[in-house]
Every structure is written in C-alpha cells, then in structure tokens.
C-alpha cells in the first residue's frame, strides 16, 4: 500500500483505502452510446474506475456526453497530444493516464498541470515493457531497472511541475518481470501503484497470469488498485479482478468452494457447480460460503465451514446450514433447494 492518497472521482486510491477495480472499454469513446452501455455492464459487475481512450478530439469531448449518464470515474487514455488531455480535463474527465515524456515540451506539460491541478484530477504514468525507448533498452535491457526508471523519469517531470497527484503503473507481459518491476518500484515511490499485467492474453491463459502477478504483488503489499487486462469482454476483467481480491480475503463476497470430484462422486457436480455459481452471481456482493460437495464422506465437513452447502449422494444430495443438515433432497431438486433456502436466510 502507498504512503500517499489520490481521488479519482469518489474513489480514494491508496493510503490503505480497499483495493479499487478499473477496466477500459474497447468502444469508439466517441460512440457514447455503445460507451456508455459498456460501462453500465462494468458498473453491474463491480468496476470502480473505468478508462476510456481519448484518441481524439471527438474521443475526449465526448466524455462530457457520457460522464452525464454514469457516476463510475473516467480515466482519459491520452498518447503524445496535450491538447487532447485540455479537451479530456474541459470534459470533466476524473483521470487522466499519459506520460509526460511523450507530451513534448515542458511548456506543455505544464498546461496539463495546471488545468488538472485546478480540478485535482490525478495523472497515471503507466510505463509498458513493450514500448520502453531504445536508450532504456541499449542501456539496461528490458528489465525492471529499464521499467522503473523509465516510471521515475516521468514522475521527475511532473514533480518539477509541482505536481504529486500520481499513480504509476510499470507492467510487462511477463509475470517475473512484472513482480521485479513493482517490486524496485516500491521500494522508491510513495504513490498509489496501479497493477496489472499488460497484454496478458485470452480469458483463460491471461487470468491465471494475471492473477499470479497482481495476486503475488498486493500478498506483498504492494498495489492499490487493479486493473486485469484480457482479450475478452472488458465484464470478464472485472469477474477475475473480484475473484483474485476475495483469494486474498482483500474484499467481501460470495466465495463458492467445491471439490474436484472423484470416484466416488453419484451425482453431475460439475454441472450443479456451475449452475449454483452462475444463478448466485445475483448475490455475488453477499459475504458468504457456499459448498458444493461431491459426496457425504467428505462433504459435511468441509460444508461445516460454509455457510450454506450441498452434498451429493446417489441421485440425492443433502443440504447443509452452518454445518448442520437442512434437509435431504432428490438430485433434481437440490440446486433449487439450495437457493430458497439461501434467499430465505441471507437478507
Ligand atoms: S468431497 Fe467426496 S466426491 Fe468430492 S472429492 Fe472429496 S471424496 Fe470425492
């Protein structure tokens, strides 16, 4: 966790504060309705900041439009041009990402601080292994030193400008290079640390990365809000960023355990697994545990530290309370069960 607070929108960014879970839509910005329905699917599943690319002029007024018909904070995604970051701050934008190094003079530079220090709207260096200058490369290789003091040499111009609303972001694509990166990064600044792993991949090889590299940084304590990047729909990066912040008992929620299944299993678990897991979604910000076990040898114990749980048997299953049978019901019936008896007692 960073010494020092930043504010995106209502949102407190470091100092302790919870972890904070962002996306970035993948829509035109300027089609502010495709937009703005993409960041009410984000704000559904639990997305707290969201960025959008101001890539344009259109791109950037446009966030007035769609601040208008969303409370979520709006990071703009500015690359080399400072106007398009004036037009984003004129916009109401809440963030801003952009390296001052790609923004060209100081004189430049400065007219973004200043217009963002009027409305205290913080700035995200984010430095990427990918696009790392040929003299950090000649000089340290893509690694973390080349990384990290990449990160410090823009956080040195923002501080010559007096400004200290930071976030710093340095990913790789690689997992070690990342932990590396964060980790030196850490040791150096106080600011708010964004973490992620940049172009991590597909849904299925990019969340396990990504959760081996955000999860292994905030054990650490290292990190202050998340952002899981996955060639996927932007809701799937916000289902995985929730996911690996309960693993780490960081946030509240509905924790499913279920088991693996065996020989000695009667009864399809994994299809009711499934099934529970996705007709619970709906109570997905309830602080429980339900279990789902494949047989009564081992089932009841493991349900007793659960709130609610199943245990199959041939064709039936039985259904547990804090560790105590509920009922015994037939196989069909068991899912249903479940539910009414969590609906019944979990308000
Ligand atoms: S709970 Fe029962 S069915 Fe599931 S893995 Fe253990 S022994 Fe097998």
């Not at 990913?171 to 590396?180: E, F, G, H, I, N």
């Not at 969340?207 to 999860?215: L, Q």
């Not at 339900?290 to 609610?308: Q, T, Y």
């Amino acid at each position: 966790m960073s010494k020092k607070t930043i504010k995106i929108g209502n949102i407190l960014v470091g100092g302790g504060n919870p972890i904070s879970i962002q996306s970035m839509t993948n829509t035109h910005t300027e089609n502010v309705v495709k937009t703005v329905r993409q960041i009410h699917e984000l704000t559904k599943a639990g997305c707290e900041i969201v960025r959008v690319t101001a890539n344009n002029f259109d791109a950037a007024q446009a966030i007035a439009k769609i601040k208008a018909q969303t409370n979520l904070p709006i990071v703009a995604d500015i690359h080399f041009d400072y106007k398009l970051a004036l037009e984003a701050i004129k916009a109401g934008t809440d963030g801003l990402r952009l390296n001052p190094d790609n923004i060209g003079s100081m004189q430049n530079v400065l007219k973004i601080v200043n217009a963002a220090k009027e409305r205290k709207i913080p700035i995200r260096i984010g430095v990427n292994s990918g696009s790392l200058s040929k003299e950090k490369i000649a000089k340290y290789g893509i690694s973390a030193e080349a990384l990290v003091e990449s990160a410090l040499e823009h956080v040195a111009i923002l501080e010559k400008a007096n400004y200290e609303e930071i976030k710093i972001s340095v990913k790789a694509s690689s997992v070690p290079l990342t932990l590396k990166s964060y980790r030196l990064l850490a040791q150096k600044v106080d600011y708010p640390l964004h973490l992620g792993i940049t172009e991590a991949g597909t849904e299925f090889g990019g969340t396990i990365k990504s959760a081996i590299g955000i999860g292994t940084l905030l054990e650490e304590g290292i990190g202050d809000t998340i952002r899981v990047s996955l060639t996927a729909n932007p809701v799937k990066e916000i289902l995985v960023a929730k996911e690996i912040l309960k693993a780490l008992d960081l946030r509240k929620g509905l924790k499913i355990i279920s088991c693996p299944t065996c020989g000695r299993t009667e009864i399809n678990l994994i299809n009711i697994a499934k099934e529970v897991e996705e007709q619970l979604q709906k109570y997905a910000h309830l602080d429980l545990k339900i279990a789902v076990m494949g047989c009564i040898v081992n089932g009841p114990g493991e349900a007793r530290e659960a709130d609610f749980g199943i245990a199959g048997g041939n064709g039936e299953g039985l259904i547990f309370q804090n560790g105590k049978i509920v009922k015994k019901v037939t196989e069909d019936k068991l899912i249903e069960e479940l539910i009414h008896l969590i609906e019944k007692n979990a308000h």
